[in-house]
């Protein structure tokens, strides 16, 4: 062995540089596991066992329990004390309020969607895109008992969502392709001849001004949605307004894609955005 080779191992003959690496790789994989574990819970299943969210992440139920008795110490879980399940907990609002508060379109749309909530009645909501998923960081509910919520963090990935439409309408056209046909953006029974329809339908998003969902992703639910400008004629969120498809008729729909888009523009102006082409966007609807 030569004496270069002699420095870079340690007394048990392993090469320290591979013995870090294989530490800093478990490390990670610890930290993705334990990730995997928060997204496990989701708004429609909140509380969760440690087989349901074993099976779901792919771990056993040790390490789960184990990451869980971590999290729960750090109050990012709790347990709910009649079933013995888990929820996410009141901690990682403090972990996430930095971010929050330095959301400026989060901060300049909530008067916004407060007065789109009275109007309308419906409930509205703030969405950000973030790779190939549009995620709800704002939102009024309704006061109608019977409603559609989107609940802070939901985060969603159908092509025929409103607010998915609303962002990829501003992707270049061979991305849209690409990601609708990786399955990164979701699309049942997607073929080129339905791929080319949804990309006029895009184009024709963009005229209108606010883009539709009508019953097409969730049966019972309507969703209509606009977009939201910097200063740089950038779209960097959108306006969401979900209901229920019984209370939404064709000429109902229209008055809402209307109030979701001049709520857009509202939010634009006050981030002192400005859409390309408002002069004639606004009249478009």
């Not at 708004?43 to 074993?54: F, N, Y």
């Not at 040790?62 to 399940?85: G, K, P, Y």
């Not at 949804?198 to 097409?216: I, T």
Request: hydrophobic share 40%.
């Amino acid at each position: 062995m030569s004496k270069a080779d002699s420095l870079d191992t340690n007394g048990n003959g392993t090469n320290p540089a591979e013995a870090n690496g294989k530490a800093d790789t478990k490390g990670a994989s610890v930290i993705v596991n334990a990730i995997a574990v928060l997204r496990s819970f989701t708004a429609d299943e909140p509380l969760l066992g440690v087989t349901e969210i074993a099976n779901r992440v792919g771990l056993h139920k040790s390490t789960v329990s184990r990451i869980l008795a971590t999290f729960e110490q750090e109050n990012l879980v709790e347990r709910d004390e009649d079933t013995r399940r888990f929820r996410l907990g009141l901690g990682l609002i403090a972990v996430a309020g930095p971010l929050l508060a330095e959301l400026e379109e989060r901060r300049v749309a909530y008067p916004v969607l407060r007065e789109l909530t009275e109007l309308t009645g419906e409930t509205s909501a703030l969405m950000m895109w973030e790779g190939n998923q549009s995620i709800c960081v704002e939102q009024i509910a309704s006061r109608h008992q019977i409603k559609h919520t989107t609940p802070l963090g939901a985060r969603y990935n159908d092509a025929l969502s409103a607010s998915v439409q609303v962002f990829l309408a501003t992707e270049p056209e061979e991305r849209v392709r690409s990601l609708i046909r990786s399955g990164a953006i979701t699309y049942a029974g997607v073929d080129e001849t339905s791929l080319d329809g949804y990309l006029v339908r895009l184009k024709e998003d963009s005229r209108r001004g606010w883009a539709v969902n009508y019953g097409e992703s969730s049966l019972d639910e309507v969703g209509v949605a606009a977009p939201v400008y910097d200063h740089r004629g950038d779209v960097v969120a959108a306006v969401l307004i979900p209901a229920p498809r019984f209370r939404v008729s064709q000429e109902r729909l229209q008055n809402l894609g209307q109030s979701c888009m001049a709520a857009a523009n509202k939010v634009t102006a006050r981030l002192g955005g400005k859409a390309p082409g408002a002069g004639s966007a606004t009249s478009a609807g």
